[in-house]
C-alpha cells in the first residue's frame, strides 16, 4: 500500500472524563493521572426541535465531536464531505427495539426505526448542516477506526479535498452488553485536508503493515483504548495533544495494523 498524506485541520473528541479536545488535550498532554468519568456532551442545537427531542446519545456523541473538529478547522460543514464510523451505531435504540418485540405489543415505533438504522447520524447531521455533500457510513467491529481513517483519508487524496471524520461507540445495555462489553462511550472526529493550509495541526502518513498496536501506560486510558473501537484513536489522540513525532500504530484486522507517522506543525 503506498502511504496517504493528509493533514489534520480540526479535532474533536469526548469521552469519559474528556469533555471536548482543549479538555482531552491538556489530560493526554500531561504525565499525571487522568481520572476516567462521566461522559458529558453539549445538547445538539443544531438541530431543530423536534428532532433534538427524539435523538440519543450515540447522535449526541457524533455530533458533537464533528461539530468541535469543523469548528476548529474553520470550515463550512454544510459543504464537507463525511465519514461516519461506529461499530453499533445506536446501542440503546437497538436494546429498546429488542425488547420491545420481544413483549406482547411488538409495535415499533416509526421513530425508533429510522434511528436504528447505521446511517441515522450522518442523515441527522445532513439535516443540522443543511449539507448535501456525499456521506459514507461504515462498521468493522474493532477495526472500526482505523476503517474510517483509511476511508476518510483515501476520499481526502483522491478528491483533493477535505472531508471529515466522525468516529463514535456507545455501550449496549445488558444483556446485550454481555455479547458486546463496550464499557464507555467515546467519539472523536478529524477534518482532514490534502494540502497544508495555516490552520493546519499535524501531517499524517498512513500505512498499513503488521508492528503490533501501540500500547498506552496509563492503565486506564489503555483499558479505555483496548474497550472501546473508536478509542483505538487514543495513540494518536495523545501524540497529537504532547506535539510528538514519530509513529504510532492503530489496531486494523487481524493480520494487519494501521502505521501512522505524525508531524506535527
Known amino acids: ?6 493533514h489534520i485541520e480540526g ?22 493521572p487522568i481520572e476516567i468519568g462521566p461522559v458529558k456532551l453539549p445538547a445538539p442545537e443544531a438541530l431543530p426541535p423536534a428532532e433534538r427531542r427524539r435523538v440519543g446519545l450515540a447522535l449526541k456523541l457524533a455530533m458533537a465531536a464533528g461539530f468541535e473538529a469543523v469548528t476548529q478547522a474553520q470550515v463550512d460543514p454544510g459543504a464537507l464531505p463525511a465519514v461516519f464510523s461506529s461499530t453499533g451505531g445506536d446501542c440503546d435504540n437497538c436494546h429498546l427495539i429488542l425488547e420491545t418485540l420481544a ?45 474510517g481513517l483509511l476511508e476518510a483519508a483515501c476520499q481526502t487524496t483522491s478528491t483533493q479535498s477535505p472531508c471529515l471524520l466522525v468516529a463514535y461507540d456507545t455501550a449496549y445495555p445488558e444483556p446485550l452488553h454481555a455479547r458486546r462489553p463496550i464499557p464507555h462511550a467515546f467519539g472523536v472526529a478529524m477534518v482532514l485536508s490534502p494540502e497544508k493550509t495555516a490552520r493546519t495541526l499535524c501531517s499524517l502518513s498512513l500505512a498499513l503493515g503488521d508492528a503490533p498496536p501501540t500500547v498506552l501506560s496509563h ?34 484486522l487481524d493480520d494487519l495494523t494501521l502505521r501512522v507517522e505524525v508531524s506535527p506543525c
Not at 469519559?16 to 482531552?24: C, D, R
Not at 421513530?111 to 447531521?125: D, E, I, K, L
Not at 487514543?234 to 489496531?251: F, K, N, Q, T, Y
Request: proline content about 7%; some cysteine.
Open 11 to 32: 479535532i474533536g473528541l469526548y469521552g469519559p472524563g474528556l469533555t471536548g479536545w482543549s479538555h482531552a488535550r491538556e489530560l493526554l498532554g500531561a504525565s499525571g
Open 103 to 147: 413483549s406482547a405489543d411488538r409495535t415499533v415505533s416509526p421513530t425508533r426505526f429510522h434511528n436504528s438504522v447505521h446511517n441515522m447520524p450522518a442523515g441527522y447531521w445532513s439535516i443540522a448542516t443543511k449539507c448535501m455533500a456525499p456521506t459514507t457510513s461504515l462498521c468493522a467491529y474493532d477495526a472500526t477506526f482505523a476503517a
Open 219 to 252: 492503565p486506564g486510558l489503555e483499558q479505555l483504548r483496548t474497550g472501546v473501537p473508536a478509542a483505538r484513536s487514543l495513540p494518536l489522540m495523545r501524540a497529537l495533544a504532547r506535539h510528538e513525532s514519530g509513529a504510532v500504530v492503530i489496531d486494523y
Open 1 to 6: 500500500m503506498t502511504a496517504l498524506q493528509v
